[in-house]
């Protein structure tokens, strides 16, 4: 269950291209064709696999404050986790060039469609900030760190596949010559990524919670339009009370 | 310009409009479009660009004839990651709050095209001086862009300059909001920046014909 929803989770909301803009360099100057647009995704979804794992293994027993306790009990105070960039760069850099040498090895056909792809994803920022996301949400298992890594890859699969399809209708639409290319693309993806924001009530889970939502919703309507009348109120009535308090004081004496 | 000859001073101005990083050259995007709802967190992302692409220009420069060309993307990438630990720890000691904001996005400027782009082809090919200009003129160009969607998205969005209250108290009803303005929230949200950014671009190019992108396949095809 926690899987599934980590799953889902990552394609449709926590969405790397709509939500966090990761990639979009690479999203933009290869979304031109369909075909191109799913070689570059499905290579993008196998590094991301590959990477995220491994990065979490790396943050879990080297970078980690305490993580390097396994080492003995002279290691337990270290806190490398400044050294994370430069360490989760490399290993990316270098897991690239080892996917690249291995599938041309042993399937030309997969380098013929893939490589040319690979060593643009090296410096792909939908790879690192997948990377850096599961550092910084604390992922706790590294199954879960796998699904997040396919997860979040299909995720930018799906975004590029759809402007890149949007993309060849487009051309023969009549754009205004100013927005032509670069200008209608980004347009677009803003409208996709006011889509995709639905998806955002999709995890809410079982009936209580969502009959919990529309309460804290009126609640939060009431503090903005009357929090200034409320503290009025409240001040005034503590005034009274002050001045209640001076009167039976004044009385008593 | 006494200090810069003219060829220097092109190398500065360019990037500004005409070769803008971000709305010509699409570089860069990522970290453009993800921080911007703040003005402060853009004006700091832009300062942090500036130095990393200033000083990583240089030393790419200087070390352009020791790199084996094979190898040359993971020396770039080391000496990017070093430079953005080094702003990292910085924010980190001196402005606590902020690169909680940025979290990751101050990580993602090792990928961040613009300066890889950079590195391969200009510093990798020109002296040191030459580079550091070029490193500077483009980190001002993406700078110019991500504090003009920070201007517009937090004006718009929240009402304020900086944290500055310059439209009123929307809840004391002051200033514009006496009025009746509402702040549009809507501006804070991811996507408003994607189409902040492409009504940047389609002004920019209906000022500049020359900008124009040639994909007139155009509709009497059909």
């Not at chain 1, 979009?24 to 590094?47: D, H, R």
């Not at chain 2, 304020?160 to 929307?170: A, E, M, N, Q, Y």
Request: aromatic share 10%; net charge negative; charged share 15%.
């Amino acid at each position: 269950m926690e899987h599934i929803e980590l799953f889902f989770k990552s394609i449709f909301i926590d969405n790397l291209i709509f939500a966090t803009f990761l990639g979009m360099c690479s999203y933009l100057a290869v979304s031109k064709k369909v075909t191109t647009a799913i070689g570059l995704g499905s290579a993008v979804i196998f590094v991301l696999a590959v990477t995220v794992p491994l990065n979490w293994l790396l943050d879990q027993y080297i970078l980690q404050e305490g993580a390097l306790a396994w080492l003995g009990p002279e290691f337990a105070e270290y806190d490398l986790s400044f050294l994370s960039f430069i360490l989760f760069i490399a290993t990316i850099a270098t897991m690239v060039q080892l996917v690249e040498i291995v599938v041309e090895k042993f399937s030309p056909a997969l380098y013929n469609s893939l490589g040319i792809f690979l060593p643009l994803i090296a410096v792909n920022c939908a790879i690192l900030g997948g990377s850096l996301f599961m550092q910084s949400r604390e992922i706790p298992t590294f199954g879960l760190a796998l699904t997040y890594g396919v997860g979040s890859g299909i995720g930018w699969f799906l975004a590029i596949l759809a402007i890149a399809a949007i993309r060849e209708k487009i051309k023969y639409s009549n754009v205004p010559p100013a927005l032509r290319g670069l200008g209608i693309t980004f347009i677009i993806t803003g409208l996709m990524a006011i889509g995709f924001m639905s998806f955002g009530g999709m995890l809410t889970g079982g009936d209580e919670e969502v009959k919990e939502t529309p309460k804290t919703e009126v609640v939060k309507v009431i503090t903005e339009d009357e929090k200034a009348q409320e503290l009025k109120k409240i001040n005034t009535e503590q005034h009274r009370n002050k001045e209640l308090a001076k009167n039976t004081k004044e009385i008593k004496e | 310009m006494g200090l810069l000859s003219k060829k220097d001073a092109r190398l500065i101005l360019d990037p500004l409009a005409d070769n803008n990083p971000i709305t010509i050259q699409v570089l860069g995007i990522c970290s453009a479009l993800a921080i911007t709802a703040e003005l402060e967190a853009s004006i700091v992302m832009s300062i942090s660009v500036l130095f990393v692409l200033g000083v990583g220009n240089v030393i790419i420069s200087l070390m352009r004839n020791m790199i084996p060309s094979k190898i040359r993307i993971i020396v770039q990438l080391i000496v990017v990651a070093t430079l953005v630990i080094i702003v990292d720890l910085v924010l980190k000691a001196y402005a606590y709050e902020l690169s909680k904001t940025l979290s990751v996005f101050v990580g993602l400027i090792i990928t961040n095209c613009i300066i890889m782009g950079r590195f391969e082809a200009f510093a990798l090919a020109n002296k040191p001086w030459q580079s550091f200009l070029d490193g500077i003129g483009n980190a001002l160009g993406y700078g110019v862009i991500l504090i003009i969607i920070g201007f517009f998205r937090e004006l718009l969005g929240s009402g304020t300059l900086l944290g500055f209250k310059v439209l009123g108290d929307p809840i004391e009803k002051t200033g514009v909001y006496a009025f009746g303005y509402e702040n549009n929230g809507f501006m804070l949200l991811s996507p408003m920046a994607l189409i902040v950014v492409g009504i940047i671009i389609w002004i920019q190019r209906s000022r500049n014909k020359d900008l124009l992108e040639e994909e007139l396949v155009g509709h009497c095809d059909i």
